[in-house]
């Protein structure tokens, strides 16, 4: 039984200590539009009524996100 989206998406929070203001402003530095609501869902247990699965584009983004946030945008090209 391995780790799924979900899990990993939550350990990456615990981890890096993120709140879920700090989880939209990651979202929002790759303009990927996420509510509170939608965080709350993936974040339950799997067997709550309300339970949403982290899909893969939702993780990448938010990965992608990380990223930018913890080492900065990335620099333009030199010619």
């Known amino acids: 039984m391995g780790l799924n989206n979900n899990d ?3 350990k990456l929070r ?3 200590k993120l709140r879920d203001t700090d ?3 990651i979202f929002a530095l790759v303009d990927f539009k996420v509510t ?3 965080l709350g869902a ?3 247990k799997e067997g709550h009524p309300n339970y949403q699965e ?3 584009q939702f993780l990448r983004n ?3 996100g990380l990223i930018i946030h913890l080492r900065g945008p990335m620099p333009p090209k030199k010619k």
């Open 8 to 10: 990993i998406f939550k």
């Open 14 to 16: 615990v981890a890096h």
């Open 23 to 25: 989880i939209i402003e």
């Open 36 to 38: 509170k609501s939608e």
């Open 42 to 44: 993936i974040f339950r």
């Open 54 to 56: 982290c899909g893969d």
């Open 62 to 64: 938010f990965l992608n």
